[in-house]
């Protein structure tokens, strides 16, 4: 774990004299599997909120880093849409390449971060609660030269913070509770970015070298 943690904090420096490993950003595309209706619960005081979303949509940005062939850092920050509910979060992630073959990686991690929950009904009144995100997250990614495809399926455990309730008429108070927001659900992104490793680079100046340098000598004999 220390040279673990040791690396993560040399990788800020590392990457900026030396360049990451591989690199990718690129837009995300998901949606909440369980439980089919969100949240799991509220406060009995608002329960007409409980289970009120369906066929949300979760759209971001997802960024990755690779330190080498079998770690990365990556960070979404996503916004989820569906009738009558809204949110948005961001984490920062630590992930482990457990396979890389033919351009398709294995990886699995998790990650820490901040979001903010919303759910209205106009015969309620409004539910928001910011939250401590905590996710955890395994996955495939397939590369091109500059492009790559990933997909992935997370768990969150939104834990929350100091959730407030507005009620029909205008009033903002303190919440009774937040509720239970854990969730699972696909996640899909598209990269633009560098997936090509620092190694198949210096193979392909190596193979370059030779190439420029086998037709030019002298044979002696």
Wanted: aromatic residues 10%; glycine residues 16%.
């Amino acid at each position: 774990m220390l040279p673990i943690l040791a690396m993560l904090l040399a990788a800020p420096a590392q990457a900026a004299t030396e360049g990451p490993w591989m690199w990718g950003v690129g837009g995300t595309l998901g949606t909440i599997v369980y439980p089919g209706r969100f949240p799991l619960s509220v406060p009995a005081a608002y329960s007409e909120l409980e289970g009120t979303v369906r066929g949300d949509v979760i759209l971001g940005l997802h960024g990755v880093m690779y330190l080498n062939g079998d770690h990365r850092l990556g960070s979404h920050l996503d916004a989820g849409v569906a009738n009558g509910f809204s949110s948005v979060s961001w984490t920062l992630e630590y992930e482990r390449i457990f396979l890389r073959d033919s351009g398709v990686h294995l990886f699995g991690g998790g990650g820490l971060g901040f979001g903010s929950y919303k759910l209205t009904d106009d015969t309620v009144g409004t539910l928001r609660t910011p939250t401590y995100e905590l996710r955890a997250q395994v996955g495939a990614l397939y590369k091109q030269k500059v492009t790559a495809e990933e997909l992935i399926i997370f768990a969150k455990l939104p834990i929350n913070g100091n959730p407030t309730f507005t009620g029909l008429d205008g009033e903002k108070v303190d919440a009774e509770g937040g509720g239970n927001w854990l969730h699972f659900g696909l996640q899909a992104t598209v990269y633009y970015g560098d997936f090509v490793s620092k190694k198949g680079k210096k193979k392909g100046k190596n193979k370059n070298n030779k190439k420029s340098s086998g037709g030019g000598g002298t044979r002696s004999l």
